[in-house]
């Protein structure tokens, strides 16, 4: 099973890249866990800088309020009370790697050159009979040149409904653990052993891969500090009253 690198400056430029190398050298598999076929290759995109601009890409099924949701579960939990007998969740990567945290800020502390500041998201005994089991199986900090980098690995990665939004979400915990380090971000790695795209996406798949080729990448992005972070932030009161809304009707049950 052939592995490919895609790299890019910035997240849209590899992550676009990434799409682009599924379309055009994936396999059609079955996928016996939906019932359906899936186009699918093995993949790396490498990102230099994670934080880059622009950093928004418009090629993906969601909106600015789905990626605030989404950095709020990563980084902050946000869900994590969905989790429990007989609760909507089993897990979230966020309560599989949260714990783990405080030695990871200790470890960077202790020796910046670390090679050991790896947190582990799979649970062999939730996941082995998970009928989901976590897609994040790993994440590892690295300090190189005065930048904390991150390099993550998926056994699973869905590229069109989920890579970009995981993506932003890992890289908010990425700037989070930088500047609680003291240092400005470095670059992104996101490792996916199965990327794929499943048999109802191909047609987006095939949309997106097309903007790609005949479009420029200004036409397909949108700035983050400029533009889209105050979009983002703005969404928070909503998302909130939604969750502590959920909170309150799971406690009445």
């Given at each position: 099973m052939k592995h490919?690198?895609?790299?890019?400056?910035?997240?849209?430029?590899?992550?676009h890249k990434a799409l682009v190398k599924?379309?055009?050298?994936?396999?059609m598999v079955p996928c016996?866990?939906?019932d359906t076929n899936m186009l699918e290759t093995s993949l790396t995109f490498y990102v230099e800088d994670a934080v880059a601009e622009p950093f928004i890409s418009k090629l993906f099924p969601g909106g600015h309020r789905e990626l605030q949701q989404y950095t709020m579960e990563i980084v902050d939990g946000i869900l994590d009370f969905k989790i429990g007998d007989g609760n909507c969740w089993e897990y979230?990567?966020?309560?599989?790697?949260?714990?783990q945290l405080p030695w990871i800020y200790s470890e960077l502390k202790k020796n910046p050159y670390t090679r050991r500041a790896v947190m582990n998201i799979r649970d062999f005994e939730v996941d082995t009979s998970n009928e989901h089991p976590a897609c994040l199986q790993s994440i590892q900090?690295?300090?190189r040149n005065d930048?904390?980098?991150?390099?993550i690995m998926m056994r699973s990665n869905d590229a069109v409904q989920a890579a970009f939004m995981n993506a932003v979400g890992f890289i908010a915990l990425q700037r989070k653990v930088a500047a609680d380090l003291g240092y400005a971000p470095g670059s992104?790695?996101?490792?996916?052993n199965s990327f794929h795209a499943y048999e109802r996406s191909f047609k987006t798949l095939e949309k997106y891969v097309k903007d790609i080729r005949e479009r420029d990448?200004?036409?397909?992005?949108?700035?983050?500090?400029?533009?889209?972070?105050?979009?983002?932030?703005?969404?928070?009161?909503e998302i909130m009253q939604q969750v502590n809304a959920l909170k309150e009707s799971m406690n009445r049950k």
């Open positions: 490919h690198l895609v790299e890019g400056k910035t997240l849209p430029e590899a992550y599924l379309y055009e050298e994936g396999s016996p866990d939906y979230t990567y966020h309560q599989r790697f949260a714990y900090f690295f300090v930048k904390l980098h991150m390099k992104y790695t996101h490792t996916a990448i200004e036409e397909l992005t949108f700035n983050y500090e400029e533009f889209y972070k105050e979009l983002m932030e703005e969404s928070i009161p």
